[in-house]
């Protein structure tokens, strides 16, 4: 909409021609908050503004003599602000499914309740334990609550279903109870225990999506909005970024901003992550549908786009910093360094101008009138920006052979060549992606969009899947066993029996499925949020409240003053942010109250002895089932990872599955048959997505593995993970780069014309011996840091010492002793070069990336087999 309007029609340049950077409005909220001077603390108190406000204006119903009758009808506003706390997050797509989860978490022990009470309205109050209605209320219980334990229902859902279904039973079951329950469709009691939440969990939904729209404060904090920004924010970084580093690489010798920009890719990587987090909830801002949906599915389009683009621009800068810039270096840069300008302005152009389109959600065939002509305006300037693309990939192909012959001499490759037969390679490479998200944006095409049935009909059926085995276990001894020990009570008045409260707060607890030893971390550390929020509440209500005129405008301050701290923990904390999401919902139930309420010291203290031994129950869980350590879930995720690349490297290289006997002169890639059988857009990010899934997935659980406590295992090997977490990353990056390569010189290869750098490289004698060295090593250098990462007792490691000894002997050289053999074959066995469009048809640079990738890759795991002989399990006898 108005990002639509602010962009206007064409690109903006500065005086020195580069694109101006795109800069949108901010809200009033936020420019008082000082979004120039720290945005994200800007973004994240904005929110937690509008939350902790909007909850003192609700706590005003318990303290302004004519709002209290609001607290009467049933429902209890205190609980609509534990709600708000529940579905307020980042944007409106977050907050509006988190809403719903909510409300449908709500809604079916609601309903189970109607059924309970339809066929046994007094529930055992007129029966005896072990009578039928006994045993009707029980079987309920356990179906209704395993199911949702045992099915993949969302967090939210479950969390809610279980708090809820956990007191619903308890009252069915307590022979004294008196409270009220709606026993049907026909007889709703508004004022019922189960009618009366479900009201106030409406109210609190709708009021949290009210929290995130468009006010006087601010604009409305959208998901698709801050991805628009985003995506465009990234589109001009990425441009300038190649700039810079080209006028670098033209300069005569390595200087301290190579090394800078490579701080400032890992800024680029880290932006294009959070687009990934704005778009995860989208779909619940348009529906995929509409205008708004158009720019979903084209942003969607660009995510996998950028991925392969920053792979490349990370290699180019590993490039430049292994580039020796001598004198051959210079004079080359001296003659192409015009045509490297030209494509990356160029190239900068059409990828922010097809961007810009694309978040204005482009679609020829939706335009009429005026908007059409203003539409083929865009797509001829578009067009025009195509074909300066392609002009520049043709002069830089042509220029560069030519000075290729000029420089070093011969038209093929060189060893001395190789870094800067890559990094041409890169720079087209960032052209053929802006020319190919052009393409898709002047296509009027899109991925089918996922309407609302669609997504019911899916979300049904991913409910129906199971959890793990161990998920289940776990979550049903925490949750039954606190409903049970609840049932019966204890002992000396600490909890009555039929107390609900641990149960329900294990539903709060185990919200998510832990990862190892690092979950009881989280309990713990989740106790502070729901006890500390209890203690703080009653002390600011105990210390504050009075019922004086003037209590309402103290209460107000109070509470905006806590649930904004509270929020702002939540929003801003990756590690306890949960701890800020309980702080505030339980704080609320403690403070929010009538001025003339106290909870007992009693009171407070049985709530927190429920809220201890919940904690346990849960803590228990995961112990006795046998929670599985985070370090060998880590350390499992990262070996499932280089696998995956192992496996990739044998099908690229055409050398089996562990299989080192075939013909090096008969390997073939088996990369091109998958292109020829499954089409190159289907290869082109196969791989990428299966590593960078798992490499997320270590990296996630080995951020927590320090964290988990560790009774008889020794400390978390920090220092070994780190390193072999970065150098995985790495070798994944340069595997997906020479894939890239492959399956684009696939895409522009004629009908029935013969891969012919391919072949060269891989049929190979040298190469293909050090590949074969190389993927043996790899055996065993992942094998013994599998082995090293596992083990985590004092307890001797026997059969190292002849698996160290045999790599000691053996040691494997860098790729460069064997360079000038390996180049010299490659360059007899590739045919005559001839005129190409493009660098991406070039054999010799597609050789070069393949060289230069195997070089980086056996530099990564001689660096991890270095770490792994520094680990203290190597004893010098291993030696």
Request: proline share 3%; aromatic share 10%.
């Amino acid at each position: 909409g108005w990002r639509s309007r602010y962009l206007g029609n064409g690109i903006s340049l500065e005086p020195d021609g580069s694109i101006t950077k795109p800069v949108f409005p901010v809200g009033f909220g936020q420019r008082l908050l000082g979004h120039d001077k720290n945005s994200n603390f800007a973004i994240w108190a904005d929110l937690s503004l509008r939350c902790a406000v909007m909850c003192g204006v609700i706590a005003l119903t318990y303290w302004v003599p004519f709002l209290e009758p609001l607290n009467n009808y049933g429902w209890s506003m205190q609980y609509v602000v534990v709600i708000i706390c529940f579905s307020v997050y980042m944007d409106i797509g977050n907050t509006t499914s988190l809403a719903w989860y909510n409300f449908y978490g709500t809604l079916l022990p609601t309903l189970n309740v109607f059924l309970m009470w339809g066929f046994c309205p007094d529930g055992v109050t007129k029966s005896e334990t072990f009578s039928p209605t006994w045993w009707f209320g029980m079987i309920d219980f356990v179906i209704f609550n395993g199911a949702f334990l045992v099915l993949n229902v969302p967090v939210g859902v479950r969390m809610f279903a279980l708090s809820w279904q956990a007191y619903f039973s308890m009252a069915f079951l307590d022979p004294q109870n008196t409270t009220k329950f709606s026993t049907g469709l026909d007889d709703v009691i508004l004022e019922g225990a189960a009618v009366g939440p479900l009201v106030g969990t409406i109210f609190g939904c709708i009021i949290s999506i009210l929290v995130v729209c468009l006010s006087p404060w601010g604009y409305a904090l959208t998901g698709l909005g801050a991805a628009q920004e985003q995506a465009i924010g990234i589109a001009w970084s990425e441009g300038m970024q190649w700039k810079q580093m080209i006028k670098l690489y033209k300069g005569s010798e390595s200087t301290i901003e190579i090394d800078r920009l490579k701080g400032e890719a890992k800024i680029l990587e880290a932006k294009v992550h959070k687009l990934d987090s704005m778009m995860s909830a989208t779909w619940w801002e348009c529906f995929d549908l509409w205008k708004a949906g158009r720019v979903k599915a084209h942003i969607t389009e660009l995510q996998g786009k950028l991925d392969c683009m920053h792979d490349w621009l990370k290699g180019s800068i590993q490039a430049m910093q292994e580039e020796d810039f001598n004198d051959k270096h210079d004079k080359l840069m001296a003659k192409v360094g015009d045509q490297l300008e030209t494509l990356a302005d160029v190239g900068g152009k059409l990828m922010f101008r097809a961007v810009k389109m694309g978040i204005n959600g482009f679609a020829m065939s939706k335009y009429a009138g005026a908007d059409a002509a203003l539409a083929q305006i865009e797509q001829r300037e578009l067009k025009a920006d195509m074909q300066a693309v392609a002009v520049a990939q043709k002069e830089l192909a042509e220029v560069f052979a030519s000075s290729r012959q000029e420089v070093f001499g011969a038209n093929t490759l060189t060893p001395d060549s190789l870094g800067e037969h890559f990094f041409v390679f890169a720079l087209s490479t960032y052209g053929q992606i802006a020319t190919e998200y052009a393409e898709y944006i002047l296509s009027d095409k899109r991925a089918e969009p996922q309407g609302i049935l669609k997504s019911c009909f899916n979300g049904v059926k991913d409910t129906l899947a199971f959890n793990s085995l161990n998920f289940i276990m776990r979550t049903s001894v925490g949750f039954f066993g606190a409903w049970v020990i609840g049932y019966f009570g204890m002992p000396g008045g600490i909890m009555a029996p039929y107390s609900s409260t641990a149960a329900g707060t294990t539903a709060y607890l185990m919200a998510a499925e832990g990862k190892g030893g690092s979950a009881i971390m989280k309990n713990v550390a989740r106790f502070q949020g729901t006890g500390g929020g209890t203690i703080i509440g009653q002390l600011l209500f105990t210390t504050l409240m009075t019922c004086a005129w003037y209590g309402g405008i103290i209460g107000f301050g109070v509470v905006v003053i806590y649930e904004f701290f509270a929020f702002y923990l939540y929003f801003s904390s990756q590690s306890f942010g949960y701890v800020g999401l309980l702080l505030a919902a339980y704080g609320a139930e403690h403070l929010i109250m009538g001025c003339s309420s106290q909870d007992t010291p009693g009171g407070v203290y049985n709530t927190i002895v429920d809220q201890t031994l919940a904690i346990l129950c849960v803590t228990a869980g995961d112990l006795i089932i046998g929670n599985r350590s985070s370090g060998h879930l880590a350390a499992e995720a990262l070996f499932t990872m280089t696998n995956i690349l192992e496996g990739a490297m044998r099908e690229l290289f055409g050398i089996g599955t562990r299989d080192l006997s075939t013909p090096r002169d008969k390997r073939h890639c088996a990369i091109i048959d998958r292109c020829t059988d499954q089409g190159t857009a289907a290869v082109h990010d196969a791989h990428k997505i299966e590593i960078q899934s798992k490499y997320m997935q270590a990296d996630s659980i080995g951020s927590e593995a320090p964290l988990e406590p560790r009774f008889y295992r020794m400390p978390f090997k920090q220092e070994l993970w780190d390193t072999l977490i970065k150098c995985g990353g790495q070798i994944g990056i340069k595997l997906c780069c020479m894939e890239y390569a492959i399956v684009d010189a696939e895409a522009r290869k004629e009908k029935g014309g013969k891969h012919a750098a391919v072949d060269a490289v891989i049929s190979t004698q040298t190469l293909g011996k050090v590949v074969d060295e190389t993927m043996a090593r790899w055996e065993k250098v992942f094998t013994l840091a599998e082995t090293l990462m596992l083990h985590e007792t004092n307890d001797k490691l026997t059969n190292l010492g002849k698996s160290c000894k045999a790599l000691l002997k053996e040691p494997m050289d860098r790729l460069d002793s064997n360079l000038k053999d390996i180049v010299q074959e490659i360059s007899q066995a590739l045919p005559p070069t001839t005129s190409k469009d493009s660098i991406l048809a070039d054999d010799i640079c597609l050789a070069s990336v393949l060289v230069m990738m195997m070089s980086g890759i056996i530099d990564r795991i001689n660096t991890m087999e270095e770490v792994c002989f520094k680990d203290p399990d190597i004893g010098l006898e291993d030696l």
